[in-house]
């Protein structure tokens, strides 16, 4: 078994290839690994550009479509063959020069996971920094993930550990979330180096902050709620219903003492938190039954033993 798989997502690279290659050369030259392109179907010549590596521990992986980070990566996790699986930008932003000492850290200290944080990062202020500073705040309040930077892809994982999550959609960003939620709770974070892009054009812009948002609700809902769907949507249908029923029943009294209630917005409201509140706890009962069928269907159980003990002499 080697002793790292390097995964780099690539689209739309051709210019960076060649100089990380042979950047991913240098910082590895001690140490048995191998690095996986995943080309996210790239519409330029990054796959010739790939092709052009002659050394036999690089391997490209080339999907059919461009699928998005979050599929890319999991294409590569699912074919990397090391004991240790290291995550790398492929935009030469991330150092591959800082992947020996945290591979270092992984060994000697035993974590599941060791995450780069930005020192300096060489990115715009308004486009780039802030919104991701509030986007790493949210997420850490929400999820009680204490990172201090999701967004740096540059991390290595124990193979157990990251092979022990699915990435859908676009979870990339929440990936210590998912392994948190899996039982891995031994992981760390490192500064690392990180430079200004000089070939090729960022993927990033705002429009990826309302998908963030979105798998940000997700993230909250599987962290508290996933083995108790009920509570969540039984507590919110319970209130509402018991709103709407007091609503209705002052109207009730107010039609008994003959005053005119039709048309009026109370009423409107009162049937709309019944019917609402109804709908919310239905909605519970599907997602209990969902959850029961995610879980039985592939015999996962809802914990985790990190370790059983055999105690007393025999």
């Known amino acids: 078994m080697k002793k790292l798989s390097l995964i780099i997502c690539v689209f739309n690279e051709e210019l960076n290839i060649k100089?990380?290659?042979?950047?991913?050369?240098?910082?590895?030259?001690?140490?048995?690994?191998?690095?996986?392109?995943?080309?996210?179907?790239?519409t330029d010549s990054t796959r010739s550009e790939i092709k052009k590596i002659d050394d036999n521990r690089f391997r490209l992986i080339e999907l059919k479509r461009n699928y998005g980070q979050s599929s890319a990566l999991?294409?590569?996790?699912?074919?990397?063959?090391?004991?240790?699986?290291?995550?790398?930008?492929?935009?030469?932003?991330?150092?591959?020069?800082?992947?020996?000492?945290?591979?270092?850290?992984?060994?000697?200290?035993?974590?599941?996971?060791?995450?780069?944080?930005?020192?300096?990062?060489?990115?715009?202020?308004?486009?780039?920094?802030?919104?991701?500073?509030?986007?790493?705040?949210?997420?850490?309040?929400?999820t009680g993930t204490k990172m201090k930077d999701l967004g740096c892809t540059l991390k290595i994982f124990t193979s157990e550990t990251i092979k022990s999550i699915t990435i859908y959609g676009e979870l990339h960003r929440f990936i210590p979330v998912l392994i948190a939620l899996e039982g891995a709770t031994h992981i760390t974070q490192t500064d690392v180096n990180h430079r200004p892009r000089k070939f090729?054009?960022?993927?990033?812009?705002?429009?990826?902050?309302?998908?963030?948002?979105?798998?940000?609700i997700l993230m909250f809902f599987n962290?508290?709620?996933?083995?108790?769907?009920?509570?969540?949507?039984?507590?919110?249908?319970?209130?509402t219903l018991g709103i709407g029923i007091i609503i209705n029943l002052y109207m009730l009294i107010l039609k008994i003492t003959g005053h005119d209630i039709w048309g009026k917005p109370l009423l409107l409201l009162g049937i709309l938190l019944v019917m609402g509140g109804i709908q919310?706890?239905?909605?519970?009962?599907?997602a209990e039954l969902l959850m029961r069928t995610y879980f039985e269907s592939q015999q996962k159980r809802p914990y985790r033993i990190k370790q059983i003990h055999s105690l007393g002499k025999e």
Do not use: C
């Open 74 to 142: 999991q294409a590569g996790i699912d074919h990397a063959e090391g004991e240790f699986v290291a995550l790398i930008d492929g935009d030469l932003q991330n150092d591959p020069a800082d992947l020996p000492r945290m591979l270092k850290m992984m060994e000697d200290e035993e974590w599941d996971m060791v995450a780069g944080v930005r020192a300096n990062r060489q990115d715009g202020m308004f486009l780039r920094k802030i919104p991701s500073k509030i986007a790493n705040y949210m997420i850490r309040k929400s």
């Open 19 to 42: 100089p990380l290659a042979g950047q991913i050369k240098d910082a590895l030259k001690d140490i048995e690994f191998e690095a996986i392109f995943v080309d996210d179907g790239s």
């Open 200 to 216: 090729g054009n960022s993927k990033y812009n705002l429009s990826r902050t309302t998908r963030v948002m979105s798998d940000l």
């Open 280 to 286: 919310f706890i239905t909605t519970g009962i599907i």
């Open 223 to 239: 962290k508290k709620y996933l083995h108790r769907p009920m509570h969540i949507f039984g507590g919110i249908g319970i209130v």
